[in-house]
């Protein structure tokens, strides 16, 4: 089995930035994708960012595009959230998930293709 952790969230004036991370314990010997999912009450769960396991290839929304960079560490095992120039609609639970793999350089956008979740990380964006 795999654990995952997220960490960082908070509140933060908007404009503000924050770095969410996400630690994968356990069972790390495998290759994963790794994403983060943006839930809000009342809407679908939206996928933020994802990476690759190589980390050549990455995916934003469109809404977070040129503001979020999503990275994974060299040990792989960590994944970060690099959040810029917050808005109000940023607020939410950011969860980390991630995806077993056998092609390395191809992330995946699909939240029900995720084999491990962590229990999510609240970010709230005050105007």
């Known amino acids: 089995q795999v654990q995952v952790v997220e960490s960082g969230g908070g509140l933060v004036q908007a404009g503000g930035s924050l770095r969410l991370s996400c630690a994968a314990s356990g069972r790390t010997f495998s290759h994963y994708a790794l994403g983060w999912f943006r839930q809000v009450p009342g809407k679908e769960r939206e996928c933020v960012a994802t990476?690759?396991?190589?980390?050549?290839?990455?995916y934003y929304a469109d809404s977070v595009k040129g503001r979020f960079t999503i990275s994974r560490g060299d040990a792989k095992n960590m994944g970060f959230l690099q959040m810029n120039s917050l808005e109000s609609e940023d607020t939410g639970v950011y969860y980390c998930?991630?995806?077993?793999?056998?092609?390395?350089?191809?992330?995946?956008?699909?939240?029900?293709?995720?084999?491990?979740w962590g229990q999510g990380t609240q970010v709230t964006v005050s105007s």
């Open positions: 998930a991630l995806r077993v793999v056998s092609v390395f350089n191809f992330y995946h956008t699909n939240g029900r293709e995720y084999d491990y």
């Open positions: 990476i690759s396991w190589d980390g050549s290839k990455t």
